[in-house]
């Protein structure tokens, strides 16, 4: 499966950069899910009345926000701001970073050592957000790739028993 047919779950929280801000809403990039597009409605914004949706919203800012409905079809999104509290949101950006860390290690890598073809796709997978990576997978895939990274580095001597 391909990442472009890979949508996000209602009630999910995803990381987003704000590309627009209209008066009745915002629209913004899904970081994690191959740049698609969604929208936050004005009301979804902030609880309370928003006079001006750009006192809460800037273009190019990043934002934490829940998914509410998707629609792969139409390829709609409806997000929401107001329903992600801080801590949620400093929980997301911090996995969101763990996995730009794991795609940074993998790429480094597999720039630095030949793999096999076989080997590096494996890796891959595990760092594909399709496969719902959670810390855990993170930093097991971290794990797997610095493994990996000082057996090839370390002299052949030493494997020999």
Known sequence: ???????????EF??????KVADFG???????YAHKEGFIHISEVASGWVKHIRDHVKEEQKVVCKVLYVDAQKRHIDISLKDVNEHQRRAKIQEWKNELKAEKWLTFFTQQHTLTDEGSPKLEVSSKRHLDCSTWHLRRLLSRVQRHWWRLASPRSMHRA
């Open 14 to 19: 995803a990381v987003c950069t704000v590309k």
């Open 1 to 11: 499966m391909s990442e472009e047919n890979i949508w996000p779950k209602p009630g």
């Open 26 to 32: 915002a629209f913004v990039e899904l970081e994690e």
